[in-house]
């Protein structure tokens, strides 16, 4: 059995992780077989994360906190969790191709995956126009007219990123004013190749086999319209990841796991959570990683707690033995 699992890769968890190795509590991290590092990968410039004055990469930020926390002994399995068990003391993990795994504590940071528009043929684009990651899709986009949707600091990001390739950008924004912090809205605005549309939602995607054009509605006036594009690109936020721990974990109303105050103290005892997955205010890579911190302490107290009350039975155990020989060696003499 291990002392500690976590569950996900990205700055809350590999945070947790070299706090719990650092401990000594030799934490398996399992992280996703194929979106280990968690959004961080796909993202570019991170230029608000402390202690880098000149900006890092997405991914090269995730390969240190990695190599951070497996310097001090953390084992990272890229495996995918297929379910979790939370009912007993003992909590188990079971994966995708490594088995089963246990633990009396469990650090929960699954983080949020893209939202999507509900779009009929948003399912059918995908991978054919539409795309959730400007990072990974938008060298495909050379010289091409796309759109990205949204209004907040990732709609801001892939418009900007992706003007590096494409020839125009429509930012498309259901209302008329921006979500995105100021300096993101600032390098947007200030970026000849972005058009903003306001007032603007996305109700349909046109193409047979690629995106040819979308179907535009007027948020204010119901009046409709079409826009030729060749690709569409959904910055619309994230919702938290918590399939897993449905019926076990109870949630806030806007779906995050919820937690005894400022702490990572799920409804389970020994079951912690951390990060975008408990977060639906912050959601930066440095509040992630500092609420991968919290989890990683209270994981260890909690751990602390444990080992006293099983020393403690352990003596009163040996108490009573020593009691009851001593009875039987006075009532013989
Ligand atoms: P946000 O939740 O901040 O913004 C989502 C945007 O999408 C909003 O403008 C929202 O509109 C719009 N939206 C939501 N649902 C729909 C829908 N169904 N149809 C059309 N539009 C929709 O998400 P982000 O991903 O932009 O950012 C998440 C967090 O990550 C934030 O805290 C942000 O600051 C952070 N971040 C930071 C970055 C950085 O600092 N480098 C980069 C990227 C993200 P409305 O405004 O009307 O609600």
């Known amino acids: 059995?291990?002392?500690?699992?976590?569950?996900?890769?990205?700055?809350?968890?590999?945070?947790?992780?070299?706090?719990?190795?650092?401990?000594?509590?030799?934490?398996?991290?399992?992280?996703?077989?194929?979106?280990?590092?968690?959004?961080?990968?796909?993202?570019?410039?991170?230029?608000?994360?402390?202690?880098?004055?000149?900006?890092?990469?997405?991914?090269?930020?995730?390969?240190?906190?990695?190599?951070?926390?497996?310097?001090?002994?953390?084992?990272?399995?890229?495996?995918?969790?297929?379910?979790?068990?939370?009912?007993?003391?003992?909590?188990?993990?079971?994966?995708?191709?490594?088995?089963?795994?246990?633990?009396?504590?469990?650090?929960?940071?699954?983080?949020?995956?893209?939202?999507?528009?509900?779009?009929?043929?948003?399912?059918?684009?995908s991978g054919r126009g539409v795309s959730w990651c400007a990072t990974c899709d938008g060298f495909f986009f050379k010289k091409k007219t796309i759109a990205v949707i949204g209004g907040g600091d990732s709609a801001m990001e892939e418009a900007t990123f992706l003007t590096r390739f494409a020839d125009k950008v429509y930012l498309i924004h259901r209302k008329d004013t921006l979500?995105?912090?100021?300096?993101?809205?600032?390098?947007?605005?200030?970026?000849?190749?972005?058009?903003?549309?306001?007032?603007?939602?996305?109700?349909?995607?046109?193409?047979?086999n690629t995106v040819e054009s979308l179907k535009l509605e007027n948020t204010v006036t119901g009046e409709r319209s079409e826009l030729p594009v060749q690709g569409l690109f959904v910055a619309i936020g994230n919702d938290p990841r918590t399939h897993l721990v449905h019926g076990q974990l109870d949630l806030t109303t806007s779906g995050t796991i919820a937690v005894a105050g400022r702490s990572s103290k799920t409804n389970i005892a020994g079951v912690f959570a951390a990060g975008d997955v408990i977060d639906d205010t912050y959601r930066q890579?440095?509040?992630?990683?500092?609420?991968?911190t919290v989890a990683a302490l209270?994981?260890?107290?909690y751990l602390a707690g444990l080992a006293e009350a099983s020393a403690i039975a352990?003596?009163?155990?040996?108490?009573?033995?020593?009691?009851?020989?001593?009875?039987l060696q006075s009532t013989r003499s």
Do not use: C, W
């Open 298 to 301: 209270d994981a260890e107290h």
């Open 314 to 327: 352990e003596l009163r155990e040996a108490e009573a033995e020593i009691e009851l020989v001593e009875s």
């Open 1 to 125: 059995m291990r002392q500690i699992i976590i569950i996900g890769s990205g700055p809350a968890g590999f945070t947790a992780a070299i706090y719990a190795a650092r401990a000594g509590l030799e934490p398996l991290l399992i992280a996703s077989s194929v979106e280990a590092g968690g959004e961080l990968m796909k993202t570019t410039e991170v230029e608000n994360f402390p202690g880098f004055p000149e900006g890092i990469q997405g991914p090269d930020l995730m390969t240190k906190l990695q190599e951070q926390a497996e310097k001090f002994g953390t084992e990272v399995l890229l495996d995918d969790v297929t379910s979790v068990d939370f009912s007993g003391d003992v909590k188990k993990v079971s994966t995708g191709y490594s088995g089963d795994f246990e633990a009396p504590a469990v650090i929960f940071s699954t983080g949020s995956a893209y939202r999507k528009l509900g779009l009929e043929d948003e399912e059918r684009l």
């Open 285 to 292: 890579a440095a509040t992630a990683a500092a609420s991968g």
């Open 179 to 208: 979500r995105a912090s100021k300096i993101m809205q600032e390098r947007a605005f200030a970026n000849e190749k972005i058009e903003f549309v306001f007032n603007t939602a996305v109700v349909g995607i046109n193409g047979e």
